[in-house]
């Protein structure tokens, strides 16, 4: 079975700070994974994710993650953030195979103040 | 276009009462998943569905919950008997395939309150 952490259920930062929300996973198997976001009264949305090649991916708004897989884990990191970027961040993994479901962290908050 | 929608946004019943929960997924998608998401469990998966049959039913967590999906495109999650811990918000997604490396995209949810 697969499983994921994530760390820090709060992460409150100061705009233009740079952040990083923890992520690790467990699995026996060979996985994906992903990061969704979640902004206020809104539905969750895919951020980025790692499919194979090279570990590190990006987002259209900044935002990174790379694939660590001695450490099992795929941190998402944005160097500096916006008041924008307020919003509920899940790490989820999945089965490298059809049909499975995403395995989600129970999230982290990002809270951006000015 | 058009993303996933799901009806009603929010539904407040009463124990034992049966409820139905709708998801229309994107245009052409095969694959539909319905999850959970509540405060004290966060996000889980419910059941998968590829075409009109559901190959992967594992996460219902109970009898009273079941889920059909009609001509390969609007799916229904009905919860019988409900009870105060079924109380989350519903969500439903769709991927054009089901392969693992597809993007799930998300509907809105359906927020249920059960009194």
């Known amino acids: 079975a697969q499983s994921v952490t994530q760390l820090d259920s709060q992460v409150p930062v100061f705009e233009e700070a740079p952040v990083e929300l923890r992520c690790n996973y467990s699995?026996?198997?060979?996985?994906?994974l992903f990061w969704y976001v979640q902004y206020p009264n809104q539905g969750l949305q895919l951020l980025l994710k790692y499919l194979s090649g090279s570990t590190l991916v990006e987002s259209i708004n900044g935002f990174e993650a790379e694939f660590n897989k001695s450490q099992t884990s795929f941190h998402l990191r944005k160097p500096s953030v916006h008041i924008s970027d307020t919003a509920e961040y899940f790490c989820a993994v999945r089965k490298n195979q059809a049909g499975t479901a995403l395995i989600f962290g129970k999230g982290t908050t990002l809270s951006v103040s000015s | 276009g058009a993303g996933v929608s799901q009806s009603p946004s929010n539904k407040v019943t009463e124990k034992g009462k049966d409820v139905e929960l709708r998801c229309d997924p994107i245009s052409g998608h095969t694959a539909l998943y319905w999850y959970r998401q509540s405060l004290g469990q966060g996000l889980e998966f419910l059941i998968y569905?590829?075409?009109?049959?559901?190959?992967?039913k594992s996460g219902l967590p109970s009898d009273r919950f079941s889920a059909e999906r009609t001509g390969g495109s609007v799916s229904t999650l009905t919860i019988q008997r409900t009870q105060q811990e079924d109380s989350a918000v519903y969500l439903c997604?769709?991927?054009?395939?089901?392969?693992?490396?597809?993007?799930?995209?998300f509907g809105p949810g359906t927020r249920l309150l059960v009194l």
């Open positions: 569905f590829q075409g009109n049959s559901a190959p992967d």
């Open positions: 997604a769709s991927s054009p395939r089901a392969g693992a490396g597809e993007t799930q995209y």
């Open positions: 699995s026996s198997v060979s996985v994906y």
